[in-house]
Nanobody, 116 residues
Framework: QVQLVESGGGLVQAGGSLRLSCAAS????????MAWHRQAPGKQRELVAR???????NYADSVRGRFTISRDNAETPTYLQMNSLKPEDTAVYYC??????????WGQGTQVTVSS
């Protein structure tokens, strides 16, 4: 069992920055990868960024160069530093963990709203 809780969302102006945090508890050493997903109005949920246990990272094309996923010397806490935010980044952001090939634990989500 893994429990995930996101924090750090809020309302920012375009061009601003936010840092999201994902705190994990439970069987955290069973986690193979941590990721951030988002669900924007009128869009399907998408993978934003992920980081593996060994520190390899991947990013969606839409956020590459602006967002950075990182962690302290553990699988959690996991952070998503979001810079140069755009209105199209507005979404509910979810932290998720994967044991093997699927994200089987999810946080409750945190709202990020970027105004023009």
């Amino acid at each position: 069992q893994v429990q995930l809780v996101e924090s750090g969302g809020g309302l920012v102006q375009a061009g601003g920055s936010l840092r999201l945090s994902c705190a994990a508890s439970g069987s955290i050493y069973s986690i193979n990868a941590m990721a951030w997903h988002r669900q924007a109005p009128g869009k399907q949920r998408e993978l934003v960024a992920r980081i593996t246990r060994r520190g390899m990272t991947n990013y969606a094309d839409s956020v590459r160069g602006r967002f950075t996923i990182s962690r302290d010397n553990a699988e959690t806490p996991t952070y998503l530093q979001m810079n140069s935010l755009k209105p199209e980044d507005t979404a509910v952001y979810y932290c998720a963990s994967a044991t093997t090939y699927e994200y089987d634990h999810w946080g409750q989500g945190t709202q990020v709203t970027v105004s023009s």
